[in-house]
């Protein structure tokens, strides 16, 4: 019996798949940080709301919309820099009531949903923050 194991499959495509969105090509010229930076956002934020889409009676995902009127609690992770130089960590979390009308799409809609994500979603945050 052969134990051969399944290649990781990519996340950001798993989740424009979830959300019926077309997915960016890979981003080939990395000389741009602007660029870089901006793909690496919105790689992670595609993948946030595929973690936060609500699944319909039908079986497809609609995206979570946040609601900022001071009642709809919002989770979003805090990472810190390893001293070691091995990258980011997850640290803690922190939810947050807010009147604005702009948040960040980083957030997570619970609690449960963003620790389950976090550590899954670290290359996405690594490439994030360090780019």
Known sequence: MSTKKQPKKDLYLLACQ???KTPKPVLTDLSDSEA???DAAHRL???I???NAIKQP??????????YDGYERHYFPYHKKDPSGSGWAYDSYVC???????????EYRSYEIM????TKLNP?????LNS
């Not at 009147?99 to 980083?106: A, D, K, N």
């Not at 620790?115 to 976090?118: P, Q, R």
């Open 115 to 118: 620790i389950g994500a976090v």
């Open 96 to 106: 947050w009531d807010t009147s604005t009308l702009v948040g960040p799409r980083l």
């Open 36 to 38: 870089v930076h901006d």
């Open 45 to 47: 934020r595609t993948c």
């Open 49 to 51: 709301a595929a973690e």
């Open 18 to 20: 979830k959300l019926g």
């Open 124 to 128: 996405y945050y690594e490439a994030y």
């Open 58 to 67: 039908d079986g497809t995902f609609k995206e979570w919309k946040a609601v």
